[in-house]
C-alpha cells in the first residue's frame, strides 16, 4: 500500500515571501501520479499541480512548482510571491496508474499543511 | 469545464433516518466516482468505488449496508447514509474521473456537510 507523508502540519509565511512544503511518499511501483491540492476554507479541493513520475522535468504552474525527487521518493511544492488568497489546507496526493488493477486511479493522501499567509 | 457538483451542500438529520446525497459530472461522463469523508482538520479518507453500471467497491472497515452507492449513470452517483447516527456527522466529498483514455484526473464536488441529531 501507498503511504504519504506531510511532516509540516502548519506553516506560515509573509505574503510576497516564498514558502516549501514537504512531502514524501512509500510506493513500489515504478510509475504513477503526484498531486497537490488546496483545500480553503470553502473547503472545495483544488488541483494545484500534477506530476508524472516518467517525467523528469519539474512541473510548474505559475507561481507554484514541485521538486521532485523520484529516487527519494520526494514532492516538495514551493509557492512563491505568496498572496493572502493562497491560505489554506495543502494535501500532497499519490496515485497509481491505470495498469495497476485493483486501486487504479485512486488518490492516497497525506495528512496536509496548513498553510497562513500574513499580510 | 470539468464541473462536479454536489446536493445537498449541507444537510440536517434526525438519528436513525436516513439520508441521500447526490454527485453530478455536469460537462464530462464520469466512468468512475469516488466517495471520501473528512473529519473536521484531518485528511480525506477514502470510502469507495464506483464504476458506473456496477457495484462498488469499498475500502476496508467502510460498513457498505450504511453507506449505499448507486452509480446508475455516467453522470450521476448517489451516497445513502442509512440509520444514521451522530456518529456519521462529517463532511462527504465525491469527485469523479473522465472516462477518456489517458485522462487520470479526479474533479472534485464541493462536499456536503452532514449533522446528525
Known amino acids: 500500500a501507498q503511504t504519504v507523508t506531510q511532516s509540516q502540519p502548519e506553516m506560515s509565511v509573509q505574503d510576497a515571501e516564498t514558502v516549501t512544503l514537504s512531502c514524501t511518499y512509500d510506493t513500489s511501483e515504478n510509475n504513477y501520479y503526484l498531486f497537490w491540492y488546496k483545500q480553503p476554507p470553502s473547503r472545495q479541493m483544488i488541483l494545484v499541480i500534477r506530476?508524472?513520475?516518467?517525467?523528469?522535468q519539474n512541473a510548474t504552474e505559475n507561481r507554484f512548482s514541485v521538486n521532485f525527487q523520484k529516487a527519494a521518493k520526494s514532492f516538495s511544492l514551493k509557492i512563491s510571491d505568496s498572496q493572502l488568497g493562497d491560505t489554506a489546507m495543502y494535501f500532497c496526493?499519490?496515485?497509481?496508474?491505470?495498469?495497476?488493477?485493483?486501486?487504479?486511479?485512486?488518490?492516497?493522501f497525506g495528512k496536509g499543511t496548513k498553510l497562513s499567509v500574513i499580510p | 469545464g470539468a464541473v462536479v457538483s454536489q446536493h445537498p451542500s449541507w444537510v440536517i438529520c434526525k438519528s436513525g433516518t436516513s439520508v441521500k446525497i447526490e454527485c453530478r459530472s455536469l460537462?464530462?461522463?464520469?466512468?468512475?466516482m469516488f466517495w471520501y469523508r473528512q473529519f473536521p482538520k484531518q485528511s480525506l479518507m477514502l470510502m469507495a468505488t464506483s464504476n458506473e453500471g456496477s457495484k462498488a467497491t469499498y475500502e476496508q472497515g467502510v460498513e457498505k449496508d450504511k453507506f449505499l452507492i448507486n452509480h446508475a449513470s455516467l453522470t450521476l452517483s448517489t451516497l445513502t447514509v442509512t440509520s444514521a447516527h451522530p456518529e456519521d456527522s462529517s463532511f462527504y466529498i465525491c469527485?469523479?474521473?473522465?472516462?477518456?483514455?489517458?485522462?487520470?484526473?479526479?474533479?472534485f464536488g464541493p462536499g456536503t456537510r452532514l449533522t446528525v441529531t
Open positions: 460537462d464530462f461522463q464520469a466512468t468512475t
Open positions: 506530476q508524472e513520475a516518467y517525467k523528469q
Open positions: 496526493a499519490f496515485m497509481k496508474p491505470a495498469y495497476s488493477g485493483a486501486g487504479s486511479y485512486q488518490l492516497t
Open positions: 469527485s469523479a474521473r473522465s472516462g477518456l483514455a489517458g485522462l487520470y484526473e479526479q474533479y
